[in-house]
Each structure stands twice: as structure tokens, then as C-alpha cells.
Nanobody, 117 residues
Framework: QVLLVESGGGLVQPGGSLRLSCAAS????????MGWYRQAPGKERELVAT???????NYADSVKGRFTIARDNAKNTVYLRMNSLKPEDTAVYYC???????????WGQGTQVTVSS
């Protein structure tokens, strides 16, 4: 089992920045592809960014050029740096871990990001 705990969310003005963190339980963190997803009221959960066990990254078009995903295997942590935030980025952001070979798939509890003046 992999436990995921997100942190770093909060209230920020448009154009501001936040860095989200997702801390995973130690053990086999580097065997997992990691991702950030978000869900806004009235919308389905959507992919924001992913980073594989080989450090390959992928971003949703809506955040490309503004968000950066990174991982630190030594700390069992994945990050999401969010710059130039817009009101439409407001959502609950969830951390996801998917084993690179097995079917194991885990979710964090989520952290709220609110972009507003």
C-alpha cells in the first residue's frame, strides 16, 4: 500500500504561484508513475501533469508552460509548481501513484487551490 499526502494548497491571487507537494510512504516510490489531477465544482476529475519513473513528463494543454511537475525519489515526494495562476485553476488537486508494471493505483486526499482576488 502507498499512502499519499498532499500539501501546499491555499488562496492565491491571479498571476501568483503555489507549490504543491505530495509525500508518499517509503518503500518502492521509484517504481511508480506519479501524477497530479484536479477537480473543480461541476466538473469531472482531469489530468494536470504526470511524471514517470523515468522522469518523463506530460502536461494538460491548459497548464502547459505554467506548471512544472518534478519528483525527488530520495524524499519520496512529487511536486507541482504552479505559476501564472488563473481563476480557472481553482480546484481540489489530487496526487496519484500508479505502479509502472502492476495494477496498483493510489490517490491522496486532495488539497484545495483557490485563485481569486
Amino acid at each position: 500500500q502507498v499512502l499519499l499526502v498532499e500539501s501546499g494548497g491555499g488562496l492565491v491571487q491571479p498571476g501568483g504561484s503555489l507549490r504543491l507537494s505530495c509525500a508518499a510512504s517509503r518503500g518502492t516510490f521509484n517504481n511508480y508513475h506519479m501524477g497530479w489531477y484536479r477537480q473543480a465544482p461541476g466538473k469531472e476529475r482531469e489530468l494536470v501533469a504526470t511524471i514517470t519513473s523515468d522522469f518523463s513528463t506530460n502536461y494538460a494543454d491548459s497548464v502547459k508552460g505554467r506548471f512544472t511537475i518534478a519528483r525527488d525519489n530520495a524524499k519520496n515526494t512529487v511536486y507541482l509548481r504552479m505559476n501564472s495562476l488563473k481563476p480557472e485553476d481553482t480546484a481540489v488537486y489530487y496526487c496519484n501513484a500508479k505502479h509502472r508494471i502492476l495494477t496498483a493505483n493510489f490517490w491522496g486526499q486532495g488539497t484545495q487551490v483557490t485563485v481569486s482576488s
